[in-house]
């Protein structure tokens, strides 16, 4: 029997846009675990607990909302690329702004991918198609 894959971990602080998310990965077939992380600091603890020496690997992923409470998306983004255990952990950051700055200072931070929240829940396939394409 193979090892699991490694997670990805999912952090969205809103249940409906976490479930609708979920809920297209697993028709899509993606081919790991998701963990949610309903805010910035508790991405951060289970990160940096995974990042520690031990028998518990990193994700493989991190699909990252930017509006969070407790610690902001964007300081999560700049935390994870700080530690470097975790830099080169793709993350692809999914959030509601379009706004350009927001873009731009994602990517200089290191994001892999930044893509909007869909508008309609067919169209969250293509979030998981983006998802496998960005696994290691």
């Keep these: 029997m193979s090892a699991p894959s490694a997670a990805v971990l999912l952090v969205e602080d809103n249940a409906d846009d976490a479930y609708l998310l979920l ?6 077939g993606f081919p790991r675990a998701i963990e949610v992380a309903s805010d910035g600091e508790e991405a951060l603890l ?29 300081e999560v983004l700049r935390r994870i690329r700080a530690q470097a255990r975790l830099k080169a952990l793709p993350v692809l950051v999914l959030t509601t702004s379009t706004q350009e700055r927001e873009r731009d200072e994602a990517l200089r931070l290191g994001a892999s991918a ?23």
Aim: glycine content about 6%; hydrophobic content about 45%.
């Design 23 to 28: 809920t297209a990965f697993r028709e899509f």
């Design 46 to 74: 289970r990160l940096e607990a995974e990042a520690s020496p031990g028998p518990k690997a990193s994700p493989a992923l991190v699909i990252l909302d930017l509006n969070l409470p407790k610690i902001g998306g964007m």
């Design 114 to 136: 930044f893509l909007n929240k869909p508008m309609r829940y067919e169209e969250y396939r293509g979030i998981a198609e983006q998802a496998v394409r960005l696994l290691p």
